[in-house]
């Protein structure tokens, strides 16, 4: 927690850095996914395919962004917390290759 106050800190002297936040937490509980190279290759599927859809899936993605006075407000889309919690649902999480849908 020391590291990344220390690191926060330091990014807030970079002219025009703000906001900074972490979402480190201690004890916080990370799951590592690993790509089977050889099967996701015949489904036309690279590692980094996988791990976009799942960072897309569980982290967010900004969907558009509306402006709510002087605020720009980012929208972003994310599996709901049920669902982030289920490890199951990371062999469902659909993703996109090209123009086809892929299950992994």
């Known amino acids: 927690m020391e590291l990344a106050e220390a690191v926060?800190?330091?990014m807030l002297e970079v002219a025009g850095v703000k906001d900074v936040r972490?979402?480190?937490v201690l004890?916080?509980?990370e799951l590592r996914a690993r790509v089977h190279e050889d099967s996701a290759a015949l489904l036309g599927v690279s590692e980094r395919d996988v791990g976009l859809a799942l960072r897309a899936a569980y982290d967010g993605i900004e969907a558009?962004?509306?402006?709510d006075a002087d605020d720009d407000v980012p929208v972003i889309v994310r599996?709901?917390?049920r669902f982030r919690n289920?490890?199951?649902r990371i062999e469902r999480?659909?993703?996109r290759v090209g123009r086809t849908k892929?299950?992994?």
């Open 64 to 67: 558009t962004r509306f402006h």
């Open 8 to 10: 926060k800190l330091e």
């Open 86 to 88: 289920d490890p199951g």
């Open 79 to 81: 599996y709901g917390e």
């Open 93 to 95: 999480t659909p993703m």
């Open 27 to 29: 004890g916080k509980r």
């Open 22 to 24: 972490t979402d480190w």
């Open 102 to 104: 892929c299950f992994s």
